[in-house]
């Protein structure tokens, strides 16, 4: 009898076992300011198995370099600047950039910098590359951050399930006011990345075999008695 039970027990254990696994997908963006795109991944497919959990990691990422190139025949020692006052009103370079999901913040960054950077450049010498003896270039602003956010038991997960995609907003602006002389070349690198990347958990139940097997091993228990 106690042979007869512990059979009976190893197919229901083997009946309801499953298999936890997982599922990685990824969606990314670089590029410049201003920015409006869709970060898209896929929905899981329930063919997998049965979702249990859904893992979303936001990145952003944003970056700003002052460049400029002594043109002329003089040297050049002057000031740039990331802002400028007109008036009682001082104007500054700014942004933000944020990843979102339904209207919901993930990630975000916003900046604000007044800085004064000195250049002080030779005579053009020859080559527009914003280096050398006549060129200057300037990181002013370097900005990141990254969340994780977790969906499990008792949580909603019905958007992140079918045949099409789950879409996150990736939007962000940049405003530049800057003072820097007008003899030369200048511009302004404003660049942006965007990063999101879910994972799935989900189980997937054994196949009925493995419940037949425990069946055979039962009779099987049963003409030895």
């Known amino acids: 009898m106690r042979k007869t039970l512990l059979a009976v027990l190893g197919i229901c254990v083997l009946a309801g076992a499953a298999n936890a696994d997982f599922v990685t997908y990824t969606d990314s963006f670089d590029g410049y300011f201003n920015v ?24 952003v990422g944003a970056n700003g370099t002052i460049n400029f190139e002594n043109n002329t ?3 050049v020692y002057r000031t740039i600047s990331t802002y400028f006052t007109m008036g009682e009103e001082t104007y500054t370079t700014n942004g933000d950039l944020g990843i979102s999901l339904d209207g919901s913040s993930l990630a975000d960054v916003a900046w604000e910098v007044l800085e004064d950077y000195q250049m002080d450049l030779t005579a053009y010498d020859g080559i527009t590359d914003f280096a050398g003896t006549s060129g200057f270039s300037q990181e002013y602003m370097d ?10 038991a008792g949580d909603d997960l019905s958007m992140f399930i079918g045949g099409g995609t789950v879409d996150f907003s990736l939007v962000g602006n940049a405003n530049s006011a800057l003072s820097m002389p007008g003899n030369g070349v200048s511009n302004v690198s404003t660049e942006s990345s965007g990063c999101v990347t879910v994972v799935y958990g989900y189980t ?7 419940a037949l097997l425990g069946l055979g091993g039962l009779a099987l228990l049963r003409r030895k008695k």
Request: avoid cysteine; hydrophobic fraction near 35%.
């Open 143 to 152: 900005e990141s951050d990254s969340q994780t956010v977790a969906f499990g």
């Open 36 to 59: 409006d795109e869709t970060l898209s991944v896929a929905q899981f497919d329930t063919s997998l198995g049965t979702l249990d959990s859904v893992q979303i990691t936001a990145t």
């Open 204 to 210: 997937v139940p054994e196949p009925a075999t493995v």
């Open 73 to 75: 025949d003089n040297p």
